[in-house]
């Protein structure tokens, strides 16, 4: 019995090693299949990644081509925008907003000019107005720096802040990016939901003549009505701002100017004033302006002035 099922077990062995090895090769066969087919799906990112450089490369070459247009930069059209939701822009004052209704009274909305990419899309220039403007340039060009103007706006902006901050003043901004679309009236809307005490806007300047210089002080003018309820504070913030830019900067400057063709006045409900750095087609102020001392001279004087608005109210 013991041989007998000794030999009974033979043939069932046998037929299960073959069994066995069959199942082998079948899994063996799969698993190669499996393998062979893997490579083909990971070859798809790297056509992605190409994609990348090449937007940032298009981005970086747009402002060279605003170079001559800028005679009066606040009132030429730009390049077409690529159209771009300003939500982030939009979350700043909200933000701020938050902040600001505790001591509204204080808050100073700093305004840098201009943004890498103009907006031509037309916005009416004030309330009582049926005027037209493009809602936002890109503004005039260092002759000698090739800066764009919005970024030097950007660059003074943010000393102006810092000199604000350090003294317990408290500050929004409209922007801290250059990559933003927001129309001059979206940037007095964006004062007056903060309740700011005082608008500024920093922008420089631009003319035909390269020997034309000097900072200067824009307000709105009291003969647009919008405005009427806001000229007298305007004016006073722009007189004082004026005064210490002359002292901290040892220069006369050019003066006040009354201005009602601004979109970002005409709009305004809380007093606003725009600041001219300078001129950055006049060669030598171009250069001035990218100085880091004279950039703080610039941003003490009108902290200085702001300063004095804040404390005369
Ligand atoms: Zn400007």
Partial sequence: MHVNTAKNRKPWMAFMSVAVGMVFVLVVAGCASQVLDRPA???ESPIVSKETPAVTSSATMQPQAESSAAEKALQLPAAEAIPEPSTKAAAEPAASKTAATSKQRRLVMLDPGHQRYGNNALES???DTRETKPKVSSGTVGVRTKKPEYVLNLEVSLLIKDEL????IEVAMTRESHEVDISNKQRADMANEAGA???????ADGDSSPKTKG???LYPSASSAAVKPIAAG???AAGFILEHLKTATGTAGRGL???SDLSGFNWSKVPVVLVELGFMTNPEEDELMSEAEYQKKLAQGIADGIEQFLKSR
């Fill in 197 to 203: 005490a005082l608008a500024v806007r920093i922008h």
């Fill in 41 to 43: 799906i990971p070859q």
């Fill in 215 to 217: 900072f200067s002080v």
């Fill in 257 to 259: 100017s009354a201005r």
């Fill in 234 to 236: 305007s004016h006073e």
């Fill in 125 to 127: 220039v004030g309330p």
């Fill in 165 to 168: 901050v350090r003294r317990g």
